[in-house]
């Protein structure tokens, strides 16, 4: 079955960067998108970018623009997403999610989140 | 940027209830892309409705939506416990994909 497993809770200080992984299995990594959408507290839902695991092309939202760097291991099935120059308002649940086609398409499978909290 | 404004922001309704929940967008959505997912607190968000009005994979038949251009609905027929929870919407037909801000189907 299709599963997106996230790495664990992450707490860091301002200016710092994170480095979220999302492994996936049950599919070949190589023939979906995978994105990611964050939900900061009791917010709702941003789009924030998306990796082609199928030669690493990215597409970022322009809040995210120079901030934000996604990465895929084929090896591994895991993509990546670091977050860099964190400020207090980036403290958020991070969610990777697969499409199959870009843009055209919906999230059909999502990981089951990582929190990222930003504090001194 | 397609912005998409849901109503009500909150819905309190009683189990056997009909839920009538809806979604407009800025401009319309080309194709019928747009989504609709359900999120349980501490949970990833769920698919339910894809292409306006397509129920996903084991979504129950009480779910249901439709519309086009800019005007969306989802509709819960009768209202069962565990359907109470936060309900967004969500256009892909055009980057950068967008959700609405969310209606929360709480028990009255």
């Known amino acids: 079955q299709v599963q997106l497993v996230q790495s664990g809770a992450e707490v860091k200080k301002p200016g710092a960067s994170v480095k979220v992984s999302c492994k996936a299995s049950g599919y070949t990594l190589t023939s979906y998108y995978m994105h990611w959408v964050r939900q900061a507290p009791g917010q709702g839902l941003e789009w924030m970018g998306i990796i082609n695991p199928n030669g690493g092309s990215t597409n970022y939202a322009q809040n995210f623009q120079g901030r934000v760097t996604m990465t895929r291991d084929t090896s591994t099935s895991t993509v990546y997403m670091e977050l860099s120059s964190l400020r207090s308002e980036d403290t958020a649940v991070y969610y990777c999610a697969r499409t199959r086609m870009y843009p055209v398409d919906y999230f059909d499978y999502w990981g089951q989140g990582t929190l990222v909290t930003v504090s001194s | 940027e397609i912005v998409l404004t849901q109503s009500p922001g909150t819905l309190s309704l009683s189990p056997g209830e009909r839920a009538t929940l809806s979604c407009r967008a800025s401009q319309s959505v080309s194709s019928s892309y747009l989504a609709w997912y359900q999120q349980k607190p501490g949970q990833a968000p769920r698919l339910l409705i894809y292409g306006a009005s397509s129920r996903a994979t084991g979504i129950p038949d009480r779910f249901s939506g439709s519309g086009s251009g800019t005007d969306f609905t989802l509709t819960i027929s009768r209202l069962e416990p565990e359907d109470f929870a936060v309900y967004y919407c969500?256009?892909?037909?055009?980057?950068?994909?967008?959700f609405g801000q969310g209606t929360k189907l709480d028990i009255k």
């Open positions: 969500q256009q892909y037909g055009s980057s950068p994909y967008t």
